[in-house]
């Protein structure tokens, strides 16, 4: 048995033999009023350990609420502040009934050590302010004194809901610390009634009405309805109208009529077609009515009935029934001429040829026949000869379809037979974005290679035996850029592990001088691309060799033996975890587990 103890029980058991009565001569003073009931000789083991100072483990075994926030890693006492510190560094005892133990400066406390960072209002106002009881919900902290725990962090915690349960509990996302009203953070236009127009000027309280709800005055932002306008706006047409009253008035101003063009005219009983739609509507409406009779003036009047409108220039002589020979397209476009089935001859009429105007084709005679074997007969040669080959021409045709020239039958097979087939992501890359330079199309001396089209980025940048010719397709594939096919065992450094899944910019990283990453003299060493966080514990000659211990699997050590150190793990010291023995330190300022243990014997480790 150790000598220091074997005295101090000797001791002990004089005292409790025969001087029990002159505890008051032995103890260094009263305890607090907080300790008052561990008053006594028998119970300093409550507190001491028997040849040693006050134990944090004791102390903790009271104060179980502090312990567990400690373990936690939340609050005052587990940050760096206080980490590592005795218990009666801060709070010693034997001082007397009116002690405090638990005493600060309030003003130049860092509240920031506690979690909970104060700013805005909150550095304003008195620490009591919020350290109440009554916001305190776990009632055994609650019911004690001057405590500083228990409080929650959410705003609710400490205020009332003006909302009323309406909003959610998420108050940060509109409000700040700084002062309730205005809500700064709060923007409408990320709501389901993004605000325009006049809308932005309107008063708040003018579609979020005030009322008392719960015997509280409540302002209603929540489940207000605006499916129509009419649920705000009077509706001064009187229901005459469809209840869109979108598709003519804006948010800028109810005269704007600048909508009145996408109303939708055929759901009325006369829908517009031809040239009807580009007619202005005080064309036919006159806007000198009344809200309530606007646009209802021309009710009843069918589309056939064209002579309400419009002068009859055959005076009568053909009678009334226009349709019967003119369209809606173009009073000039008789209807013979736009009824005739072009089919009958030698050349149907499909696709953009519909909408040709005859006289554009026909220009001296209707009936005259026309050339039309070929799409020269017609069309001057676009591409400027660009597919001739030994003097013949190919026709349109055989890309080009008659609805239109945008667009072309030339397929990826076709381009196959080309210099260039296509594939990955050539496959789906629009042919202009090739072939339209400037405002011409290209066809021919296009060029084949990579650097024809694309920035070479690594010029200079990437040794020409990695990189022979400038060739991208070397590294790159067509699929996608950063899809890559270079063996990087051609390097000196061989991708194992873990490394093989990473992309090449986790260690090829842009720096100045190289934009899409560097590729030449990069070093080796796990400790250039990985914190080491031994600090200088397995440091050989300066350097931390990490494949020590390290594979490239993962970060465990399973190159590790520990059979190989001094202390060789035998019985149960195999089986316990590495952090039993191998605890967080700080040195000189860094933090890190230390595993280089000087001191081996049982009772460093063993108490």
């Known amino acids: 048995m150790n000598r220091r103890i074997q005295q101090t029980i000797i001791i002990?058991?004089?005292?409790?033999?025969?001087?029990?009565?002159?505890?008051?001569?032995?103890?260094?003073?009263?305890?607090?009023?907080?300790?008052?009931?561990?008053?006594?000789?028998?119970?300093?083991?409550?507190?001491?350990?028997l040849g040693d100072k006050v134990s944090n483990d004791k102390c903790l075994d009271c104060h179980k609420v502090l312990k567990s926030r400690i373990s936690a890693r939340k609050g005052y006492h587990a940050s760096r502040e206080v980490k590592g510190k005795e218990c009666a560094t801060c709070h010693s005892e034997h001082h007397g009934r009116n002690f405090e133990m638990i005493r600060f400066e309030e003003k130049s406390f860092d509240h920031r050590l506690t979690g909970y960072d104060l700013t805005g209002a909150h550095r304003k106002i008195d620490c009591r302010d919020c350290h109440k009881p009554d916001r305190i919900s776990d009632r055994e902290i609650r019911a004690r004194k001057n405590t500083y725990l228990g409080l929650g962090q959410e705003c609710l915690s400490c205020h009332e809901d003006s909302h009323q349960r309406t909003l959610g509990t998420d108050c940060a996302s509109c409000h700040t610390t700084e002062a309730f009203a205005p809500a700064t953070r709060f923007d409408h236009n990320k709501t389901d009634f993004a605000l325009a127009g006049k809308h932005r000027d309107v008063d708040c309280a003018k579609c979020h009405l005030k009322e008392t709800r719960e015997g509280k005055s409540f302002q209603r932002f929540a489940d207000v309805s605006f499916d129509q306008c009419s649920t705000c706006h009077e509706d001064p047409h009187q229901n005459q109208h469809l209840k869109r009253c979108d598709e003519c008035h804006t948010e800028q101003a109810f005269s704007d009529q600048r909508r009145l063009s996408r109303f939708n005219h055929s759901r009325t009983a006369f829908p517009l077609k031809g040239k009807h739609q580009q007619t202005s509507c005080a064309k036919c409406h006159s806007f000198d009515a009344s809200p309530r009779v606007l646009f209802t003036d021309r009710s009843g009047i069918q589309t056939s009935d064209c002579v309400q409108c419009h002068e009859d220039v055959h005076e009568g002589r053909f009678g009334t029934a226009c349709a019967e020979c003119h369209q809606e397209e173009s009073f000039?476009?008789?209807?013979?001429?736009?009824?005739?089935?072009?089919?009958?001859?030698?050349?149907?009429?499909?696709g953009k040829h519909q909408q040709v105007d005859c006289r554009d084709c026909h220009k001296e005679?209707?009936?005259?026949?026309?050339?039309?074997?070929?799409?020269?007969?017609?069309?001057?040669?676009?591409?400027?000869?660009?597919?001739?080959?030994?003097?013949?021409?190919?026709?349109?045709?055989?890309?080009?379809?008659?609805?239109?020239?945008?667009?072309?039958?030339?397929?990826?097979?076709d381009h196959a037979q080309t210099g260039f087939p296509l594939d990955g992501a050539h496959l789906a890359t629009p042919c202009f974005a090739c072939h339209l330079q400037g405002e011409k199309w290209q066809f021919k001396d296009m060029g084949s290679t990579c650097v024809d089209c694309h920035d070479d980025v690594h010029a200079g940048q990437i040794p020409q035996k990695y990189y022979p010719d400038n060739r991208c397709d070397k590294c790159h594939l067509t699929s996608r850029w950063r899809d890559s096919q270079f063996d990087h065992d051609q390097t000196p450094f061989q991708l194992l592990g873990i490394h093989v899944q990473q992309e090449c910019r986790a260690c090829h990283v842009p720096e100045p001088g190289f934009t899409y990453g560097k590729f030449v003299d990069l070093e080796t060493a796990c400790s250039s691309c990985h914190e080491n966080v031994h600090d200088r514990?397995?440091?050989?000659?300066?350097?931390?060799?990490?494949?020590r211990c390290h594979g490239f699997e993962g970060w465990s050590a399973d190159h590790f033996d520990h059979s190989q150190t001094a202390f060789p793990l035998e019985g149960k010291h195999a089986e316990i975890d590495c952090d039993a023995c191998h605890k967080e330190v700080v040195q000189e300022g860094v933090t890190f587990v230390l595993y280089k243990i000087e001191q081996f014997e049982c009772i460093d480790c063993h108490k």
């Open 12 to 49: 002990l058991g004089i005292l409790l033999s025969g001087v029990l009565d002159g505890y008051g001569q032995l103890s260094p003073g009263e305890l607090t009023r907080s300790h008052a009931d561990l008053e006594g000789l028998r119970n300093c083991t409550l507190c001491h350990v």
């Open 332 to 350: 000039t476009r008789i209807d013979d001429l736009d009824n005739f089935n072009h089919g009958l001859t030698e050349f149907a009429l499909l």
């Open 365 to 413: 005679s209707l009936t005259d026949p026309l050339p039309h074997n070929t799409c020269a007969s017609c069309h001057t040669d676009y591409h400027e000869g660009q597919f001739t080959r030994e003097n013949i021409t190919p026709d349109c045709a055989d890309c080009h379809t008659v609805d239109g020239f945008q667009g072309s039958l030339f397929s990826f097979e």
């Open 537 to 547: 514990q397995f440091e050989l000659e300066g350097v931390t060799d990490c494949a």
